[in-house]
């Protein structure tokens, strides 16, 4: 884990001035709702991967699932995570699946990022997901199974990515995004960006 309660800094992110702060975590942990609340808290643009690539191609992520099947989304999320962390720094709300692409790992701890995993269990994930028709892959007959597998493969991954892990719990998107803004300051203010490695 990089950070939970102690901090670790990322080995290859460039000293840029301000970093992005990427929200990773659970389909149902909040980072959209929290995301846009976090933006305003820090005066800073606001995007969600998947709602820049509806944006951008004009089809809504079912569509490109099932046209494309899971393979052809991730290479195109991907390429809109690149594009995003090369923009001016901002909030960024990831998809739940994001962490499984190593390219995208790499890129996560090669930009100037924060990342922030908003941490959930699966009994909360059923109660805020209990009549989702949109996310494909949990349109399955035993979700809560699909949910445990799920965890099994990200939830290692988003410990080692996360510099700062904030719990999900029963508050309102506007508490929980203060909760997240507070923590984000103190680690900030003792955060620096190490130097790139010499090529």
Request: hydrophobic share 35%; charged share 25%.
């Amino acid at each position: 884990m990089k950070h939970s309660e102690n901090t670790q800094s990322h080995q290859h992110r460039p000293a840029n001035k301000h970093p992005h702060v990427v929200l990773i975590g659970p389909t149902g942990a909040g980072k959209t709702t929290v995301g846009r609340r976090l933006a305003g808290f820090l005066r800073m643009p606001f995007y969600d991967v998947d709602e820049s690539l509806e944006a951008a191609t004009g089809v809504s992520v079912n569509l490109i699932f099932e046209i494309e099947k899971e393979a052809g989304f991730r290479l195109r999320e991907s390429r809109m995570l690149a594009q995003l962390l090369a923009g001016p720094a901002a909030v960024i709300a990831t998809g739940a699946g994001i962490v499984v692409n190593e390219e995208n790992r790499q890129q996560l701890q090669q930009a100037n990022t924060v990342v922030v995993y908003l941490k959930t269990t699966v009994e909360r994930q059923l109660e805020r997901l209990s009549h989702d028709k949109r996310r494909p892959l949990l349109q399955v007959p035993d979700r809560e199974q699909r949910l445990h597998d799920m965890a099994a493969v990200r939830n290692p991954l988003y410990d080692a990515m996360s510099d700062l892990t904030v719990p999900t719990g029963q508050d309102n998107p506007y508490h929980m995004a203060r909760t997240v803004y507070r923590q984000l300051q103190s680690f900030l203010a003792t955060w620096q960006p190490p130097e790139r490695n010499p090529e």
